[in-house]
């Protein structure tokens, strides 16, 4: 297993397979688990040659001090990689390969997806989030690309971007892993006590609460239900939202034939946690 850390000698080493063999994609931002694992072995099982990114990226952060914290564990990532079966290529560049210049966003008109919950609580967050795919995109040129539905907003907003830039590439999206409590796997989560990851499963049991009462209760009357669980704890809600799963817009009432899920942003201490479930 090969390390890069240049896009020339990534692509390099890319083109030896590119001729007749499939090429997956896994941009990831470190401190591996197994959620992340998981695209990887999917990448694997549908493609000939791996490339996983390994890069914590400066313009979706909109608070300094999250980038600061956010976990940096190279070896243990390589490590964990290495447990696989399969040609990975490792990609984990300094910040100056991909941000030449200036450590900048391109604005992005990805229409209402992107003024709906992440969008509205971290600004600039989908332009940093589209300006780095798309550059990571490039640099790889894989058939496929893998994103987690953990992130759904954002596999959503990936897809806009394909879309909005016509890149040759499929985004298939793959399905949350969680640990046995429920709490859905995070690179944030190494930041949690003992205490807290126990308080986080919240996150969890309200999501499936909501999804068992969502053909009984209005969605004002499930609004209602998760903002007392959550006042009643020590986790301390962000957002809930139950919104359509095409537009994302925050859904008032239920309509028929229309498909929801319900989204979570909630801080453990200083740690933002996210985590969304389909409803019906
Ligand atoms: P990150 O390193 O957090 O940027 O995540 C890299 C990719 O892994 C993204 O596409 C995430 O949606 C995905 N991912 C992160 N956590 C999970 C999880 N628990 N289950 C499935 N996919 C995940």
Redesign the pocket.
Known sequence: MKIYDQIDSLQLALSSYRKQKKIGF???????????L??VRRALKENSCVVVSIFVNPTQFDNKTDLEKYPRTLAQDVSLLRTLKGTILIFSPEVSQLYPNKITSTQYHFGSIASQMEGKYRKGHFNGVGTIVRLLLKAVQPHTA??????FQ??QIIKKLVALEKLPVKISG?????EKSGL????RNSRLSQKQREEATLIFHTLTEVRKKFKTHSIAQLNQLVAERFLNSSLKLEYFEIANEITLRTAERKRKNNKYRAFIAAFAGSVRLIDNMPLN
Not at 184 to 187: G, N, Q
Request: hydrophobic fraction near 45%; proline fraction near 3%; charged fraction near 15%.
């Open positions: 896994v941009p990831t931002m470190g401190a591996l688990h197994m959620g992340h998981s695209l893998y994103f987690g539905e953990k992130d954002q596999l793959c399905a949350i892993v969680r859905a796997l995070s690179s």
